[in-house]
């Protein structure tokens, strides 16, 4: 069953899901891992999901997307074009890289129902971005 991090936008949003078949709180960042068979309907069928992704795997390691995400663009861009740049895309800017001028942090300003994956697909097809991809957090257990 895919795993997949959720944004609530209302606290209680995932509780009358009926696609959500178990939802754990990822410790104290308001964002909750979910299972579900179709990640897609628990976000098209509320209201109440700010934002979705899938979890990522990898060496079985599993991350999970924040919310925000990171683009460097080809070539570092004036104030002026970056935050028209964001705006377009309604999304805000969290802060810039001081040490690679043509990458910076944004995250998404629409209220409801933003899936990730699609954000970063849109920002990866723009020619002024050389890759954008999702900051995510995660978990790291001795052995």
């Known amino acids: 069953m895919p795993r997949f991090v959720v944004k609530p936008g209302e606290p209680g949003a995932l509780r009358d899901n009926l696609d959500v078949t178990s939802a754990e709180p990822l410790e104290e960042t308001g964002l909750f891992v979910v299972d579900a068979p179709d990640p897609r309907s628990v976000l098209t069928n509320s209201q109440q999901i700010a934002w979705a992704a899938p979890t990522i795997e990898d060496a079985g390691q599993e991350s999970y997307p924040s919310g925000e995400v990171s683009i460097r663009f080809e070539a570092p861009l004036d104030d002026a074009d ?7 895309h ?17 995250a998404p300003t629409r209220e409801r129902k933003t899936w990730l994956p699609d954000l970063i697909q849109s920002l990866n097809s723009e020619r ?7 900051n995510t ?5 001795r052995r």
């Open 128 to 134: 002024v971005v050389a890759k954008a991809w999702p």
């Open 90 to 106: 309604e999304l805000e800017l969290r802060r810039q890289n001081e040490f690679v001028p043509q990458q910076v942090v944004v």
């Open 82 to 88: 970056v935050d028209s740049f964001v705006k377009q």
């Open 137 to 141: 957090l995660s978990r790291y257990r």
